[in-house]
């Protein structure tokens, strides 16, 4: 049989380099910036990712006003108290992590989910998840294209969605998904930063293996 041979071994090796050097980063180098051309490269990514039935819901909005940038770094804040205290004994431990860098990331974008444009095809039992993975694609696209480009991408959920969709003017049934700060950085930790801080530890891979039903353990190896 044929074999596609699009790409080679070492083109092969850098994409899994990319995937497990990736991170999701919280400290930006302040007062920088992102070249045009490169900020174009990782949102064309983002905007070539896959989507159901071809949808693609995602919008992003270039935050560039530095007074609306301050009023999302409020919104974050606020949630990340309220997460706070809803940790009880993790509270303090919390507090201390850092959830969002969007003071001092050089650029700072909203993915939005789009009002529903009424797309069936993929979609006729879950159609909002649909919507939201489809969005989920484009960041990931842009966290990969991010780190070849050695710049760093912090995905912040720590908002009311209502209350940024009122900042960014956003159209009814509109949803703001993500803030995404985005930024070179001093260094691109060597693990999740939840882990290496204590917070969390990362499942093994064959804890999350099975075979055939929920839980069981396969039989045969992993490249079978
Ligand atoms: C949907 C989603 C939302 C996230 N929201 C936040 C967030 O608000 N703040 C934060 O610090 N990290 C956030 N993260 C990053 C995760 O904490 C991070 O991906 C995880 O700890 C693994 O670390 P890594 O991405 O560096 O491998 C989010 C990640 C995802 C996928």
């Not at 790409?7 to 850098?14: I, L, M, Y």
């Not at 009002?115 to 966290?143: F, H, K, L, Y």
């Not at 998904?177 to 691109?188: D, M, R, T």
Request: proline share 6%.
């Amino acid at each position: 049989m044929d074999q596609i041979a699009d790409f080679n071994e070492q083109d092969r090796d850098v994409i899994y380099r990319v995937i497990e050097a990736r991170r999701d980063i919280r400290h930006f180098l302040p007062n920088q910036s992102v070249p045009k051309v490169v900020l174009e490269r990782i949102l064309h990514a983002a905007h070539n990712a896959p989507s159901v039935g071809l949808m693609q819901p995602w919008r992003f909005i270039r935050i560039s006003d530095r007074d609306l940038r301050s009023k999302l770094r409020a919104e974050a804040e606020k949630e990340r108290l309220k997460t706070a205290d809803r940790l009880g004994a993790r509270k303090e431990q919390f507090l201390k992590l850092k959830i969002e860098g969007i003071q001092d990331c050089a650029e700072l974008l909203a993915m939005v989910i789009a009002p529903d444009d009424g797309t069936i095809v993929g979609r006729n039992t879950m159609p909002q998840e649909m919507a939201i993975s489809s969005c989920a694609c484009a960041i990931q696209n842009m966290w990969l294209a991010a780190r070849v480009e050695n710049i760093g991408l912090g995905w912040v959920s720590f908002y009311d969605q209502q209350k940024v969709a009122k900042l960014l003017k956003c159209p009814d049934n509109a949803y703001p998904l993500a803030i995404l700060c985005l930024g070179p950085v001093l260094e691109f930790p060597p693990a999740p930063l939840m882990s290496i801080t204590g917070w969390r530890d990362q499942k093994s891979f064959e804890s999350v293996y099975y075979q055939n039903s929920y839980g069981e353990e396969p039989t045969k190896p992993v490249d079978c």
